[in-house]
């Protein structure tokens, strides 16, 4: 029998629009060895390790009168040429370049009629180095079946290929056709009437109140909502009407400035309640006071944003299997507030709040998780992101814990890993962070005219850490 999507990942796919691609990305930046590292190169890792999982071969194929969720059949003319792309960029190769590439690429919805993944190497990048950008469909990334795409092309040793030349050819599997795809449908309806009782009912608005629904039948995901998010979210500029365009910039920071302030601005009694993560949303906070400054806008001392900040936790599906969710929390980001420390305990309280009870992870079991995960990560906090009210929250800011040791494409070394995330309806911007290998690693995805600035917020960002580390505004 066909596998069939969830609710929840059907849901993507229902909901996806021209202006809401439903797609995670990563953009890596490496340094190539003295040999260098080609086009073919890439292609040859990811042939090698393609086959562990299956869904990067396979495509979404609709039940006919979708009478029941699609389901995942074998791409019989699956091309690697097609999903791993070459690219270069014109001299001096400047971030700049490498930032407008991937707005460019990431404002793209993904090809439906083909397995939902990209992948590209874009060559020229200033000082000899190449990165490599990819791009995962929310539908593929359930975390448990499938990872980032990301997944197939780092390894943890240098010079590390895959699976042995001798492994058996993959051979795809007879796609089902129409009339197997309905009877299908019926036996899943005998054995399990309320997975497709709603979607039974024609129209294509009960089908997309069906993926309303399931994306926000969360469970547990959604509970930490209802005390924080009574109220809806302020009036903000980082809410509007957005298009098809992007603007992507990219922030490296320094992992140990962060815990230098931990170290010196968590003192006292809220030593022990301060983390990595606070002082992340702290550097963020800041920065949002002085970019809506530089925008003009009023800020008093009760001016906010509120952020949905999306918190990876663990547990077993019924069949005992490993699983990864993610737990909603929603926080207040004091900008009002002029001093840094304060901003950051008033941070630290809040999450706190929030977290009682919970069963967050620590950042080590979070970097160890399937391999290279925070791209995986990051797309599951979209995910439920993506399910929320623009009413709720201001912005998205995705925060997972990267391995702090260096990571490989072959026997090129990752310097650098910085997310994007994609924006929901209503919401000009998205902030995903990762960190790696002693960096903490923002990726700002915006839209392109609603925040024509977002280089400005990138400063900002920059600027407020400094302060925090320098314990000035305290």
């Not at 490498?98 to 874009?122: H, I, K, N, T």
């Not at 620590?362 to 906090?381: D, I, W």
């Amino acid at each position: 029998m066909s596998d069939r999507l969830t609710s929840l990942d059907a849901s993507f796919l229902y909901l996806e629009e021209s202006t809401t691609a439903m797609h995670v990305g990563s953009v890596m930046i490496f340094q190539p060895p003295v040999e260098g590292f080609d086009y073919d190169q890439l292609i040859r890792i990811m042939g090698r390790r393609i086959g562990a999982i299956p869904r990067f071969r396979q495509k979404v194929r609709d039940v006919p009168g979708r009478i029941a969720n699609p389901v995942w059949v074998d791409d019989e003319n699956f091309d690697m040429g097609y999903h791993v792309r070459r690219t270069g960029l014109p001299r001096p190769g400047s971030d700049p370049q490498l930032q407008d590439f991937v707005a460019r690429v990431q404002a793209r919805r993904l090809d439906r009629s083909r397995p939902l993944w990209e992948v590209y190497l874009v060559e020229g990048l200033e000082q000899g180095r190449f990165a490599i950008v990819t791009k995962t469909h929310h539908a593929l990334i359930d975390g448990v079946h499938a990872l980032d795409i990301a997944h197939l092309i780092v390894d943890s040793t240098r010079g590390a290929v895959g699976p042995a030349d001798d492994q058996d050819p993959w051979e795809a599997h007879r796609p089902p056709g129409s009339l197997e795809l309905v009877t299908e449908a019926v036996v899943d309806a005998v054995r399990r009437p309320a997975q497709v009782v709603d979607l039974v009912r024609g129209g294509v608005e009960d089908v997309l109140s069906v993926g309303r629904r399931a994306a926000e039948s969360a469970g547990s995901m959604l509970s930490a909502l209802a005390r924080t998010a009574a109220r809806p979210a302020p009036e903000s500029p980082l809410n509007a009407e957005i298009g098809t365009t992007r603007r992507w910039v990219n922030v490296a920071t320094d992992l140990q400035d962060y815990r230098d302030v931990r170290t010196h601005l968590g003192r006292g009694a809220y030593a022990d309640d301060v983390t990595i993560n606070d002082v992340i949303l702290a550097t963020i906070a800041g920065g949002f006071r002085t970019w809506l400054l530089n925008r003009g806008e009023a800020v008093s001392g009760s001016t906010v944003v509120r952020a949905m900040v999306p918190v990876s936790i663990y547990g077993h599906d019924p069949s005992g299997m490993y699983a990864n969710q993610v737990m909603a929390c929603v926080v207040n980001l004091p900008v009002g507030e002029p001093g840094a420390s304060m901003r950051l305990h008033q941070i630290a309280f809040a999450m706190r709040q929030q977290m009682e009870g919970g069963q967050a992870v620590g950042a080590t079991a979070l970097a160890n998780l399937a391999g290279f995960a925070p791209p995986t990560l990051h797309a599951l906090g979209a995910r439920l992101g993506s399910a929320m009210s623009r009413r709720i929250y201001n912005v998205m800011i995705t925060n997972v814990p990267g391995p702090q040791s260096p990571l490989y494409a072959g026997e090129a070394q990752m310097l650098s890993t910085y997310p994007v995330t994609p924006l929901a309806k209503g919401q000009a911007l998205s902030i995903g962070v990762t960190s790696y290998n002693g960096g903490v690693y923002y990726g700002l995805n915006a839209d392109r005219d609603a925040m024509p600035d977002v280089d400005v917020l990138a400063q900002s960002i920059r600027d407020s850490l400094t302060e925090l580390a320098s314990g000035r505004g305290s």
